[in-house]
């Protein structure tokens, strides 16, 4: 166990975290230079497309120390963005130290902090590394006067890098060996492993992703899931080195995978603990914080033969993303789908993506809004994050909406753009304090309805990038909130349905309806798509119908003959608005979720 080291890196987005992972790899020489390739760890075309880590991934390094003994290094490297901030916390549980990362041009950001503080709770050894030294921006000095200052960190052992070019990569893996603790456990206890993150495999079932506590594991040993009293036969263990290496053994300190043909993907659990079936462990380990959806979504297939492919994509999805959570929902106009649960707007789109190149599904996706608490006039409190079950207002005696806390490092210079931004949203400035001479932090109280749309790009483009945002919920309080329906030919359109604050439900209607006229293509009659609230029309766009030319045959004469040609056509089309059916692309309900500002 001396010779293991489990280690994991976390930075904010863009500081360079899958690229130090690709210079450590390379000077290992897991991997033969004729198959390496950029962000080696980045296995999903999406994250490869997007630039950004998804999904936290394991490898073993071996590495050969000063000293001449060869070590076994775990990396994990794990996502910056906000979002996927639960991917990081479980990472950490299996470490006992991390590398923090950090530019040498932007300096400590919002992510920064929040992740070096997840890693404390989780005690966990921090090496601080100021990476892209190569930068003609870089300044190393104002970076480590940050390292003291915002994250109380020394800012002696801080290592300096830079990992496009691989310089400073022999200090860094000299200082995991030196500085970081070996792995705790009894390797002769009885077997106790936890589960930290799974995949399915169309051949060969579940595969669990786990880091031994005690004891060891080996092929044909009988194992129990303590959560669900599942027991299988193991088939494989092994280790990641890009590729999976069967070993013979796993013990006490090593982060590995099993594969026991396990069918039933609803028995592996992230945060599970697995052991000996015929010799358990005294008691299960404490397992993860359940995630917090902050966003809910239905998602529908366009063809309702499409819903069993849904059901079961969403349940492998699951496995590999444990923040997602989804139940069964309906609807009038789109039948049969779910209603899902995200950590952010941008989770959203990665699982809807996801689900439809993985699964190969086409889905329709009704507008994200957020739990909003209804005090009924019988003082019972209900919770309802969808529209359709927005009770009559006539009973309802107050509404109460959640609110976050949102904190923003940004440079002063933005400090007007951002106040207009976030008083606009609703926001409340309850303090800000400077870093340093032009490095400030913004602390704002916002309702989180105002920032799920596009609060996160408008804040990235007003300032030109450099401003980072971090977030996390405090209460639920009063808000005057209206259910906005949308009736498109006088019909209404439940995936549409909104529920927005009073104030803000005239532009949100305007703003959809134009957005939908867009869409919509033109029938032989004319289609009227109104915003509603209540019995009240606010908003109304209307699409003109497809008109043959009927009166090309009059070349002359009186008017009347053209008159009643057209007095005519126009019956024709009022009869058949009575009679048709207005059909609305798919197109129509994602644009309602982009805003144009």
Not at 343 to 362: A, K
Not at 370 to 386: F, G, W
Not at 511 to 533: D, N, S, W, Y
Not at 555 to 577: A, T
């Amino acid at each position: 166990m001396n010779r293991i080291r489990n280690f994991s890196i976390i930075a904010h987005i863009d500081h360079g975290k899958s690229t130090l992972s690709d210079r450590l790899i390379q000077s290992t020489d897991i991997v033969s230079a004729r198959d390496f390739k950029d962000q080696m760890l980045d296995t999903m075309d999406i994250e490869r497309e997007r630039g950004i880590t998804i999904k936290s991934q394991t490898i073993c390094l071996p590495y050969t120390g000063s000293d001449g003994v060869l070590y076994n290094l775990n990396l994990i490297d794990t996502p910056g963005h906000v979002d996927f901030s639960y991917e990081v916390s479980r990472a950490l549980a299996s470490c006992e130290g991390a590398l923090l990362v950090i530019d040498a041009s932007q300096g400590v950001e919002a992510q920064t902090i929040a992740n070096m503080y997840l890693a404390l709770e989780h005690d966990l050894v921090i090496i601080p590394i100021i990476n892209k030294i190569d930068l003609p921006s870089a300044d190393i000095d104002m970076v480590k006067a940050q390292i003291e200052s915002d994250l109380g960190l020394d800012p002696g052992p801080a290592i300096c890098a830079s990992a496009k070019e691989g310089k400073g990569i022999a200090d860094i893996l000299e200082a995991v060996v030196t500085q970081l603790p070996p792995p705790q456990g009894d390797a002769g206890a009885p077997f106790k492993a936890l589960i930290f993150d799974s995949d399915y495999d169309p051949y060969r079932g579940t595969i669990v992703h786990f880091r031994v506590i005690d004891g060891s594991i080996r092929p044909r040993d009988r194992i129990m899931f303590m959560s669900n009293n599942a027991e299988y036969i193991v088939e494989e263990v092994g280790i990641f080195r890009i590729a999976r290496i069967p070993q013979k053994v796993l013990s006490a300190g090593q982060v590995g995978y099993l594969i026991a043909g396990i069918k039933t993907v609803s028995d592996t659990r992230c945060g599970d603990t697995i052991t000996h079936a015929d010799k358990p462990c005294d008691s299960a380990m404490p397992g993860f914080k359940e995630p917090k959806p902050v966003v809910f979504s239905s998602m529908y297939p366009v063809s309702t033969d499409d819903y069993p492919e849904l059901k079961d994509a969403l349940e492998k999805l699951k496995l590999n993303d444990a923040a997602l959570i989804y139940e069964q929902d309906a609807s009038a106009a789109l039948g049969f789908g779910f209603r899902c649960g995200f950590l952010g707007l941008l989770h959203l789109e990665v699982v809807q993506e996801r689900l439809e190149r993985e699964y190969d599904l086409s889905l329709i996706i009704t507008a994200p809004s957020v739990k909003y608490e209804v005090v009924m006039s019988d003082d019972t409190v209900t919770l309802i994050d969808n529209p359709a079950l927005y009770p009559d207002p006539v009973n309802i005696v107050q509404t109460r909406e959640p609110y976050i806390r949102a904190s923003i490092i940004t440079p002063d210079r933005y400090m007007g753009a951002i106040m207009n931004l976030c008083l606009e949203r609703r926001g409340i400035n309850t303090n800000y304090q400077y870093f340093s001479s032009n490095r400030m932090e913004m602390v704002f109280e916002l309702p989180l309805a105002e920032v799920v749309y596009d609060f996160y790009d408008r804040l990235k483009s007003i300032t030109q990038g450099y401003g980072s945002f971090d977030y996390d919920l405090i209460d639920y309080r009063t808000t005057d909130l209206v259910k906005l329906d949308f009736l498109v030919n006088g019909e209404r359109v439940d995936a549409l349905s909104q529920l927005v604050h009073r104030d803000k439900a005239t532009a949100r209607a305007r703003q959809t309806c134009k957005k939908l006229r867009e869409e919509i293509p033109r029938h032989m009659f004319k289609v009227a798509i109104q915003g509603a609230v209540g019995g009240k029309i606010i908003a109304r766009e209307t699409i003109s119908a497809f008109r043959k030319d009927v009166t090309a045959k009059c070349y002359g004469g009186d008017i009347s003959r053209k008159r009643k040609l057209l007095e005519k056509q126009k019956k024709g089309k009022k009869r058949m608005k009575m009679a048709g059916e207005v059909m609305i692309p798919q197109s129509a309900f994602l644009s309602v979720l982009k805003t144009s500002e």
